[in-house]
């Protein structure tokens, strides 16, 4: 499959606004978003920024969906993918998350981790950050409010920098608590 990561452009607001208001985002906070919404984020320079780098997803010559990465001044930077529903189910999510780990660690020498945090019951998001070298390493249960008042839980996972050089993964010592 022939995939490119293309940086968005500031002069890209229409094409951004279309995007992100043409589909609906079953696993995201607000899965509808509306122009003004999106208009204000893109004010805020909620996608491009210092702190904030955006890429489009690029399939086939088609637009296949949107890549975020946010805090990338911090040494734990998230990211937030979107692929558009006639995509999902392709691969392109794992190709997607494969890519930006490697550009988060080549390009941010301080980046000790790179988080993600889905919906508990994004099973396809949760397998492909697993197929990527990613860990669970949180559960919050009723920590995912979504529109239409249902809350769900959500599943934190990161890779570690030493993980992803070495190829090896960390599993977090979950039985440390101490019992009375």
């Known amino acids: 499959m022939d995939i490119i990561f293309r940086r968005l452009a500031t002069t890209e607001t229409e094409p951004l606004i279309r995007f992100l208001t043409s589909e609906n985002w079953p696993f995201h906070g607000a899965g509808e978003l509306d122009r003004e919404t999106v208009g204000g984020w893109i004010t805020e320079g909620r996608f491009e920024s210092a702190e904030n780098r955006t890429f ?49 660690f080549e390009e941010f ?24 070298g990613y860990v669970k390493e949180a559960h919050y249960r009723d920590g995912w409010p979504s529109s239409g008042g249902a809350v769900h839980d959500a599943v934190g996972y990161a890779v570690l920098r030493r993980d992803w050089t070495s190829g090896d993964v960390t599993v977090p010592q979950w039985n440390d608590e101490p019992f009375d």
């Open 56 to 104: 489009w997803i690029v399939a086939g010559g088609a637009t296949a969906g949107l890549l975020r990465l946010m805090d990338l001044a911090d040494q734990t930077p998230l990211f937030d993918l979107r692929l558009r529903a006639e995509d999902r189910g392709r691969g392109i999510g794992t190709l997607a998350v494969t890519w930006l780990t490697r550009y988060v």
């Open 109 to 132: 020498p301080d980046a000790r981790r790179i988080e993600a945090h889905t919906r508990q019951d994004n099973l396809a998001m949760r397998r492909v950050l697993r197929r990527c």
